[in-house]
Nanobody, 115 residues
Framework: QVRLVESGGALVDSGGSLRLSCTAS????????MYWYRQAPGKERELIAT????????QYTDSVKGRFAISRDNAKNTVYLQMNNLKPEDTAVYYC????????WGQGTQVTVSS
C-alpha cells in the first residue's frame, strides 16, 4: 500500500536550519507531484511547497519563499524540504502529501523553532 514517512523534525533555535525528508513506497514515485504542508497549533493545514514529477518545477507559499527549498530524488523515492532561517512562526507539524487517485498523507514530523 501507499506509505509516506516523514523525518527530520526537531527543536531548533530561531535562524537555524533543518532538512525534512519524506520517503515514499507503494507507488511509482517519479510520476506524480509531491507537496509539503504544515499545520501550526490552532490553525488549518496549509500548503507550503510543491514540486512536479519530472522537471522539478517548484512553487512556494509567500511566507517561506527564499527560505525553504523543496527537492526530490526519484531514485530514492524521497522528497526533501530544506528550511533555512527558521522563525518561531514556522513551528508546526510538517506533512508530505501526494494524490494518486486518492490523497495520501504521512504521519507528520514536528518542527519547533524557539525564539
Amino acid at each position: 500500500q501507499v506509505r509516506l514517512v516523514e523525518s527530520g523534525g526537531a527543536l531548533v533555535d530561531s535562524g537555524g536550519s533543518l532538512r525534512l525528508s519524506c520517503t515514499a513506497s507503494g507507488f511509482t514515485f517519479g510520476t506524480g507531484v509531491m507537496y509539503w504542508y504544515r499545520q501550526a497549533p490552532g490553525k488549518e493545514r496549509e500548503l507550503i511547497a510543491t514540486i512536479t514529477e519530472s522537471d522539478g518545477f517548484t512553487q512556494y507559499t509567500d511566507s517561506v519563499k527564499g527560505r525553504f527549498a523543496i527537492s526530490r530524488d526519484n531514485a530514492k523515492n524521497t522528497v526533501y524540504l530544506q528550511m533555512n532561517n527558521l522563525k518561531p512562526e514556522d513551528t508546526a507539524v510538517y506533512y508530505c502529501n501526494t494524490f494518486r487517485g486518492v490523497e495520501y498523507w504521512g504521519q507528520g514530523t514536528q518542527v519547533t523553532v524557539s525564539s
